[in-house]
């Protein structure tokens, strides 16, 4: 069987989560887990700039962050790299505000089993790359619609411009408020 390698970054203060955490990772023989733990976000954003993850495992209780804080900083700082948030706390607002600020997943400690945590990383992983092909497509999609000679709007299913080119703008001496919203 194919043993696939995965880089896991731990950014837990708590040393018996940690160890759990170890633990859980040592007793999974489907793949090769690359864990290594640090205990502050500074730590952490800092360790990324040397070493590639395919997944961060995130404590929202650091001595250095606290909170939703900790998700939109390390997000801020390393947008390609899924989180998957563990807290103490089964908050569902959190969750979904820790999800609209990036987090791939939000795992409560004490209701984390071992085919749980493993899941939701490989899940994680998986959504990371999709979205991360999603802005690849965007971002060529831009590239051509703002330098292409051609003139080209967006439209919306009713055909009325929610966006206009630069060659279009240029040709027609207009500003882009002036066709936005007309069918």
């Known amino acids: 069987m194919y043993k696939t390698s995965i880089h896991v970054l731990l950014v837990e203060d708590s040393p018996s989560d940690a160890s759990l955490f170890c633990r859980i990772f040592s007793l999974s023989h489907q793949d090769d887990w690359q864990l290594i733990q640090v205990e502050r976000l500074e730590d952490a954003i800092e360790l990324c700039q040397d070493v590639r993850f395919d997944v961060v495992l995130l404590d929202l209780s650091l001595p250095d962050s606290d909170g939703l ?44 089993t071992s085919q749980l945590l493993i899941r939701a990383i490989r899940y994680a992983i998986e959504r990371g790359q999709l979205f991360k092909q999603l802005k690849d497509s965007e971002r060529r999609f831009r590239a051509i619609f703002d330098q292409t000679f051609q003139f080209m709007a967006l439209l919306t299913p009713d055909g009325i411009i929610i966006e206009i080119n630069q060659t279009a703008l240029e040709f027609s001496g207009a500003k882009p408020e002036d066709f936005v919203g007309l069918l």
């Open 69 to 112: 804080d900790t998700v939109i900083d390390f997000h801020r700082a390393e947008p390609d790299i899924p989180i998957v948030v563990l807290t103490g706390s089964d908050d569902e607002e959190l969750a979904l505000q820790a999800l609209s600020e990036g987090a791939q997943d939000y795992l409560v400690k004490d209701q984390i």
